[in-house]
Every structure is written in C-alpha cells, then in structure tokens.
C-alpha cells in the first residue's frame, strides 16, 4: 500500500510516537507485508524469529520491537507493539468510510454496466464495460473489476482478511488496507467471498471462472483461465498460476503455490505447493496416479492376509 504522499521517518515516527534509527528526512513511501515489500516501505516483524528476513527484505524501514543494529541504507521504528502500530498507520492512511447510499458517489461505473436491485458499491470502486453484477452482491471500498465480469446474486467482494494476533485478552485483527482486483472477462458464481489484501491486492486474472460458495483469502493471486468449482477453500497469500483447475471441496493452505495448467482433483487438501502440468488428489496432496496405484495395492491387502493366513 503506497500512501498518498511521500513522507519522512520522523513523520511516520511521529504519527505512532515511537523512536526511530536513521535521519529523519529519510522517504517513507508506503506500507507492506513481507511478501510485497518494495524499497520504500514499512515492514513489521514483533518475533525474533522473523527478525533477519525483515532487516534483510526488500523493505527500507523496519518497525521492530526491539533495538538492533541497522542495515545499510535502512532505518527502524522501535516500538513496544509493531502490531499495533501497524494498524495504526493502516487506520490513518486507509481509514473506514462509512456510506450513506447503495452506490457511492465515487464508484466509477462504465458503459453498458447492469447493476441489479439491492447491490452496495463502495467508496473509489471501479467496474468496467459491459458487467452484470446480480442482486445482493456487495463490492467494498476500492475494488477494481475489469471489463465484461459477471458477479452472480450475494457474492463479496473486498472483506477483511482473516489474520489475527492471539493475546491474553483474546483475538487482535491486523487491519486490511488492501484491495480486490478482478481482470477482465471473469465470472463469479453465487455467495462467493473475497477478502481483500491486507496491503496489497488480492487478484483474479483475466479469463478465469469461479463456481459458487468460492472462498479465496487475502493478498493470494489466481492467474488467468483458471476454473475453480464450488465449495473451495483457497487461504490466504496463495499463487494460483494460469489455467488450473481446481474441483470442488478442495481446500488449500496458505502460502502455497500452484503450478500451471495443474489439476487438483475434488475434496484434495492442498498441504504443500505443487508443480504444474500434473494431476493431484488425496490429503496430504498426491500425484493422482500414486495415490491410485496406493488405493489399488490397499484394496488387494485382504486377499493378500487371507493368503497369508492358509500357508
């Protein structure tokens, strides 16, 4: 997530009253999680564990708890709870907008674009030419969608992400300041629900087709000419690359990837990330044909006892 304005470290430092390591004219561009970062952006890390791969990312500033020795050409807000300061400058740059009406003054709307009865549209959304977006179907705030996408009846667009920090006093949500991007001639089934990233986009590429009751989670990305059928479940920070084709009851971990043109056969449970150009099934994830040949061996098992048994 880019902020509107470059700003300085001790601006940043200053909106969440923290101390930081570097100059304090030092250009703050953005915010991001670990997987986007870009130079010019703010990274948290709260664990030790996570400390290296944070100082040695991509990122420019690190907001760490605790004081370590500065990378070369980086600087660090210190403070006692990066979660928290993390939402806060989430808060600050992308704060709530709550909406009076069903379609928002600010959504962009193109040519041709049917929006059936009781649709919301949010702040700053976009959609393009030629669209259908069925009843009941809610698009939150700053969700692009392309040209010629049909969105079926109650589906959701831009929900938060499902991140959480387990404290004492029970479940904190890291805040999302992300979007929902959606390509050009996609097609969404029905109850549908896709979080937004919680800063960067979550994406669905051009050309591909979601059944219905689809959940795919924050910040992950499906390639183009995908076909996912319904009830499938893909977590959050997934890659889904081009023409794959996942069938229905699959559910997925997350950060995984999915190799193009694969195909994971029903009810899989995606453990690990798997090549392209092959067949999986089961749980944990198999090539489909060992996990046959393994069903066909198990099927023989009794025969093999009862032989066993004679001699």
């Given at each position: 997530m880019k902020f509107p304005k470059p700003h300085t470290l001790k601006e940043i430092a200053d909106l969440i009253s923290c101390e930081f390591v570097g100059e304090e004219t030092f250009t703050v561009l953005g915010m991001n999680e670990i997987h986007v970062v870009e130079a010019g952006d703010i990274v948290f890390v709260d664990h030790p564990k996570y400390y290296d791969k944070a100082l040695q990312s991509a990122?420019?500033?690190?907001?760490i708890n605790k004081k370590v020795d500065c990378p070369e050409g980086k600087t660090l807000l210190i403070s006692d709870d990066p979660f928290s300061d993390f939402n806060r400058l989430?808060?600050?740059?992308?704060?709530?907008?709550?909406?009076?009406?069903?379609?928002?003054?600010?959504?962009?709307?193109?040519?041709?674009?049917?929006?059936?009865?009781?649709?919301?549209?949010?702040?700053?959304?976009?959609?393009g030419d030629n669209c259908v977006i069925h009843s009941n179907v809610s698009i939150y705030d700053d969700t692009v969608i392309g040209n010629n996408v049909i969105i079926h009846a109650g589906s959701i667009l831009g929900a938060s992400a499902f991140y959480y920090k387990n404290r004492p006093e029970g479940f904190d949500q890291l805040r999302s300041g992300g979007r929902v991007v959606i390509k050009d001639n996609v097609d969404i089934g029905a109850l549908c629900t896709i979080d937004k990233g919680v800063t960067g986009d979550t994406t669905?590429?051009?050309?591909?087709?979601?059944?219905?009751?689809?959940q795919v989670g924050h910040d992950t990305v499906i390639g183009?000419?995908?076909?996912?059928?319904?009830?499938?479940?893909?977590a959050g920070c997934c890659i889904i690359e081009d023409e794959v084709t996942i069938w229905g009851q699959v559910g997925t971990n997350s950060g995984i990837t999915i190799g193009s043109k694969a195909i994971?056969?029903?009810?899989?449970g995606v453990t690990k990330s798997v090549k392209g150009g092959k067949t999986y099934f089961s749980t944990p994830i198999q090539e489909s044909r060992e996990k046959l040949k393994e069903l066909v061996a198990l099927k023989q098992l009794p025969e093999l006892l009862k032989s066993l048994k004679q001699k």
């Open positions: 990122a420019t500033t690190i907001l989430t808060t600050h740059f992308k704060p709530f907008k709550a909406s009076g009406v069903a379609i928002s003054a600010s959504a962009k709307i193109g040519e041709n674009t049917i929006i059936q009865p009781n649709c919301f549209i949010g702040n700053n959304v976009t959609i669905i590429g051009e050309g591909s087709k979601l059944d219905n009751q689809i183009k000419k995908c076909l996912i059928a319904s009830q499938t479940g893909i994971i056969l029903g009810q899989t």
